[in-house]
């Protein structure tokens, strides 16, 4: 069951997305044990094509504000979406953001985050004020890995695009929570808690977590995944290995695009919005090429 919450406005009159007339509108989607929150972007006019976004570990539905870009990457990107004529739909995981009523960060797990993906197609096909034959995804970083399986497991999607995607969750994470960390992770029980120290935040994370990272795949995901793929991939990422990428283009049969770029793992934008805002645009054109 999908529900809208009363939180509805017209954007127009807000800086980012001053070029186009949209509707932003929170929505819960409805899940056993935490229910979902996103914010549902529409353009005025006809039914638009339409864009799920899914963010990356510890991130949430507007995904990183910084000095370059105040109002966050994916809110950014919603932007750019609705001046290209797309709607869009970006989420909180279970347990990110505010969709933490019910179930805290550290249940996270992959395939939570896969099924919440899942459920975000579904709601996406029961709209009528998007084309519902007409859809795309957006994964970046852990949210790629989400995206991957996403498109894999689903034949809703004209295109995907992959940015700065983990395709090997065990040496991806592990690089950066390190081995300790993920060894005491793995001889842990399903609910046993872990305490993690990263330069940016601290967390705990179960057990149960950490097991995702010996059974997920990403790269068998999208070679499930036969449509469109676009792959985006920093050069000076040192969060996803950069191979990552290439990766992701050999196992994946069918048209595809590697748009690359000198950039971080976040797109450069503690710095500048220039990075981000180029791999916007072709991923764009890409939607666009690739669309109903």
């Known amino acids: 069951m999908f529900r809208i919450s009363a939180v509805s406005l017209s954007l127009a009159l807000l800086p980012t997305l001053a070029a186009a007339d949209v509707t ?3 929505i819960t989607i409805e899940r056993p044990g ?22 990356g570990f510890t991130g949430s539905r507007d995904e990183l504000a910084t000095e370059a870009v105040p109002e966050g990457v994916f809110a950014r990107t919603a932007s750019h979406l609705a001046e290209a004529g797309f709607a869009s739909l970006r989420i909180d995981f279970a347990g990110s953001g505010d969709a933490t009523d019910e179930m805290s960060f ?10 919440d993906a899942l459920a975000a197609i579904e709601y996406l096909q029961s709209l009528d004020s998007v084309q ?11 949210g790629g890995l989400v995206a991957a399986a996403a498109a894999g497991r689903s034949d809703a999607f004209d295109a995907v695009a992959l940015w700065n995607a983990a395709a090997t969750p065990m040496e991806t994470f592990t690089g950066f929570l390190g081995e300790d960390i993920v060894s005491a992770g793995l001889s842990a029980g399903p609910d046993d808690p872990i305490e993690v120290v990263l ?7 179960n057990g149960a977590f950490f097991q995702g990272l010996a059974t997920n795949d990403p790269l068998a995901e999208i070679a499930a995944y036969s449509g469109p793929l676009f792959v985006a991939q ?27 770029a000198e950039m971080d793992h976040v797109f450069n934008v503690f710095a500048t919005d220039e990075t981000l805002d180029q791999m916007l645009a072709a991923t ?3 939607f666009e090429a690739h669309g109903d």
């Open 24 to 26: 932003e509108t929170t």
């Open 34 to 55: 935490q229910d979902v929150i996103g914010t549902l972007a529409v353009p005025s006019g006809d039914p638009a094509p339409v864009v799920l976004l899914l963010h």
């Open 106 to 115: 550290a249940e996270t797990t992959f395939e939570g985050q896969i099924a």
């Open 132 to 142: 519902t034959d007409d859809l795309h995804l957006i994964g970046w970083s852990q």
């Open 199 to 205: 330069p940016w935040t601290e967390i705990t994370l």
């Open 234 to 260: 920093g050069s000076l990422d040192t969060t996803v290995p950069p191979v990552s990428a290439d990766l992701f283009i050999e196992a994946h049969d069918g048209p595809e695009e590697l748009w690359t």
């Open 284 to 286: 764009v054109a890409f």
